[in-house]
């Protein structure tokens, strides 16, 4: 995810739009003098100044402390949407503004300027407080910006191209038609659905046709597509595809063998279960023999 920074006329003109909606979505005919707005917390709070300079062309305008006492709830930007359905449901009736839409990019707010990183260590820092932590003690003090290395490194994956990872030999490849088999490639990876990890193996063949490819790159392919959020039944499709459109062999075969701490640490809790999946292409799916080949050597 690339960052863009926002620039104080991108504030100001996201402002005067939400000023413009509320005006607009008044239907009191007047009988309305002002509002009472409550800025969310953090990011919301200058967000919600900006909106109640605009709007008090119109209405006169009160800063609230207390969302109790709100009549309008404002924040920086939709980012799941949860923290509009939390305060709607805990306020119904009254109306949530945001100055930005859900947003492909990281933004970057002018009040954040000068660590940029500081709004995303806010998610961990509350995360601790949520548990019931003291992000201020000595053991955690510094927990948020290990927490965002270690996610950084999680998922380097995003930032690469399989495609351009797969570096094809056809010196070497002359006559070799037998099946080539690299079993035990370790997964590291995360489930999407908990941000659980997720651990276990690969194992992948390919029939060739005229290329073979340099086996260490079986290994980097694994980790490119395991270094992102995952489901084992997508990556296991992603590393067949991936092997399958670099090569265009004769047959692929993927098998991945994976242990989920969503559903040993959480859940059913069932340890030690293992979930297999597979995808077989080519030769390897519609031939009898490679494919019992296949299965017979992974087994």
Known sequence: MSKRHLKQR????AASRVARAIYEADESEGEVSGYRLYGVPRGGIPAAYAVARELSTWYHVTMVDDPAHAEIFIDDIVDSGTTSDRYMNAYPGKPFYSLFPPDPDWLVFPWEVGDTDASAEDIPTRLLQWIGEDPTR???????HRFLSAWAEYT???????GALLKTFEDGAEKVDELVLVRDIPIYSHCEHHLAPFFGVAHIAYI????????SKFARLVDVFA???QVQERMTQQIAHALNDALAPRGVGVVLECRHLCMEQRGVRARGASTTTSCLLGAIKNDAAARAEFMRLVR
């Open 10 to 13: 991108d504030i100001e003109e």
């Open 138 to 144: 000595e053991g955690l003090r510094d927990t948020p």
């Open 156 to 162: 380097t994956g995003y930032k690469q191209d399989p």
């Open 208 to 215: 060739p046709d005229g290329k073979v490819l340099g086996l």
């Open 227 to 229: 270094k992102r959020l």
